[in-house]
Nanobody, 115 residues
Framework: QVQFVESGGGLVHTGGSLRLSCAAS????????MGWYRQAPGKQRELVVI???????RYADSVKGRFTISREYAKNTVYLQMNSLQPEDTAVYYC?????????WGQGTQVTVSS
């Protein structure tokens, strides 16, 4: 079955950086679009970035220029480098993979940015 192992969340001060990782198993993820969503308290889950296989990523406007996604296809792993973090980036970050009508979610990792 499909499984994700997410890591890299934590507490950081405003302006700091974090790197999230998501290692996937159970399918051929080089065929999938992969990316990250986030959900802040009291808000809906929103797209952070999605990247099609061997394609160009699509970022939310709020993170453009600060966040960078990368994929290591041989390891079925996707990373999210987050720089210049702001308090409004505080949320649970979820790894996501999709192929056609199939969609899979990671368990989420908390990112907290203190002011």
């Amino acid at each position: 079955q499909v499984q994700f192992v997410e890591s890299g969340g934590g507490l950081v001060h405003t302006g700091g950086s974090l790197r999230l990782s998501c290692a996937a198993s159970g399918s051929i993820f080089s065929l999938y679009s992969m990316g990250w969503y986030r959900q802040a308290p009291g808000k809906q889950r929103e797209l952070v970035v999605i990247m099609p296989p061997f394609g160009s990523p699509r970022y939310a406007d709020s993170v453009k220029g600060r966040f960078t996604i990368s994929r290591e296809y041989a390891k079925n792993t996707v990373y999210l480098q987050m720089n210049s973090l702001q308090p409004e980036d505080t949320a649970v970050y979820y790894c996501y993979a999709s192929l056609g009508d199939l969609g899979y979610w990671g368990q989420g990792t908390q990112v907290t940015v203190s002011s």
